[in-house]
């Protein structure tokens, strides 16, 4: 997407009506190249712009597209200073992809990207993130940390735990965490995790954090799914706005990387037990071809999945969780 059809689909985000006569003189161009690009937007999943002889062309249903401003005004003061950027795109591969092609190892302070549709989201195990365009939160955060890469093997939880949290606030009530780092509403996935580390073993560390929030994804995306999913529509009767849910998002990214600076894992799993709803369960862990199956009974001091197995209870660090008769 260009920036002039961007600049199009920003007109149009009202879902009302504009004449394609309005567009062409507001644009300088011919009310036939207003056309192609209606028809260029169009080829987006999630972009549906009717065209009515006589009216326009509108947005079946208004479009909260993300806005740099909005989301830097939900970042707390003493924050703000710690993110030295924030790039808001229209369309992005993926944006772990283009934080990890853009920014310096050696940073010293954070950089963040949202895109408002992703072409090759990714999530764990290089599954794709499945976009529509304008229906999620998808962000990325890159942070360095004085850590060696052992010590970010609980990023994730603490990055869980901060995502729940902003799900709390928003006034989501039921949701909880399934290990390492996925977000569910009664057995359904609402949000995803993918942390990427990168720089010396010893230390200092990059850690890259992506988030994607389904915020109201629409039926047409099922098929595409390939395990049980919600959205915060179905689960909320009025969700708050994309760029409140991106800034919210952002700053307590921001607050956990601070957090989990000072002070490690620790004061994070306290609150993960609160919001750890497949505790007691009988799981599988997948782990490439091997699978274990026992009891979940929590984690560890430093994030690991315990299981109470045939062969005894063990932790284990890496691997997929697979829920019998859950998602």
């Not at 504009?18 to 987006?44: D, P």
């Amino acid at each position: 997407m260009n920036d002039v059809e961007y600049a199009l689909l920003l007109s149009l985000a009202d879902g009302s009506f504009h004449s394609g006569e309005a567009l062409a003189e507001q644009f300088s161009v011919t009310r036939a190249a207003i056309w192609k690009r209606i028809q260029r937007l169009n080829a987006y999943p999630g972009i549906d712009i009717a065209s009515v002889r006589g009216k326009g062309h509108r947005l079946k249903a208004p479009l909260e597209l993300l806005s740099e401003d909005a989301i830097r005004g939900r970042i707390q003061p003493g924050l703000q200073h710690r993110l030295t950027e924030l790039k808001v795109l229209p369309v992005v591969s993926s944006t772990n992809a283009f934080l990890a092609d853009q920014c310096s190892p050696y940073l010293h302070s954070g950089q963040a990207c949202m895109a408002e549709y992703q072409s090759a989201g990714r999530g764990r195990r290089g599954r794709q993130w499945v976009s529509v365009f304008g229906s999620s939160v998808c962000l990325s955060l890159a942070w360095r940390f004085d850590l060696s890469m052992a010590d970010l093997a609980g990023l994730s939880i603490a990055v869980g735990v901060a995502v729940a949290g902003v799900l709390t606030d928003a006034g989501l009530k039921g949701h909880g965490l399934k290990w390492p780092n996925d977000i569910h509403v009664n057995g359904k996935k609402l949000a995803g995790i993918l942390v990427e580390a990168s720089g010396e073993m010893e230390g200092p560390c990059q850690a890259i954090i992506g988030v994607g929030l389904n915020v109201h994804l629409p039926a047409a995306a099922a098929g595409e799914i390939d395990q049980p999913w919600t959205d915060l529509a179905s689960c909320l009767p009025a969700p708050p706005g994309r760029n409140r849910l991106a800034g919210d998002l952002l700053d307590a990214l921001m607050q956990a990387c601070v957090r989990y600076q000072q002070r490690g894992l620790a004061p994070f799993l306290e609150t993960w037990k609160a919001y750890d709803v497949y505790i007691g369960q009988k799981v599988k862990l997948l782990m490439g071809k091997d699978t274990i199956t026992g009891i979940y009974t929590g984690l560890s001091e430093q994030g690991g999945l315990v299981l109470d197995s045939p062969g005894g209870r063990k932790t284990w660090y890496s691997g997929e969780v697979s829920l019998r008769g859950k998602a």
